[in-house]
């Protein structure tokens, strides 16, 4: 295996399971964003979307970055490319769950505000507490 054919390995591993991730999380994760969000499927839909540009901005921005440096005359290259691999895995799990614990926390304030601001003439909604 010679060094472009690594970077190349790496690229299409990494891009693919981004991809991947990134449809399984919009397509799961939008019934968990309607429930935090008191059923507001627009707002849901909406974040949805974000979350899925941010996502991939931001792991294909750090698999780019991972490209830079690679040490290739001091380890055989299926253990480094696999190592690229696993941290860029890593960081794909670090977001997904610090995603959630955000939506989780912000969810139901953000679907308060929401609803506030279409109903000022009516009743006042008031969200309902944050976990602790």
Known sequence: MDVEMSYLTYLVVSVAMTIWVAH???????????KCFGQDEVL????????????YLIN?????VRLDGWNLDQVGLIPYVGSK???SVLVL???HFFNMIMIARFGRTV?????????????RVTPPPLPR
Do not use: C, D
């Not at 849901?44 to 996502?55: C, I, R, W, Y």
């Not at 679907?111 to 009743?123: C, L, M």
């Open 24 to 34: 399984t999380l919009s397509k799961n994760g939008e019934v968990f964003l309607v």
């Open 44 to 55: 849901a839909k909406s974040t949805n979307h974000l979350l899925v540009v941010g996502f």
């Open 60 to 64: 294909l921005g750090f698999i780019g």
């Open 85 to 87: 691999i696993g941290v």
């Open 93 to 95: 799990g670090g977001m």
């Open 111 to 123: 679907s308060g505000w929401v609803r506030t601001n279409e109903y000022q003439n009516g009743p």
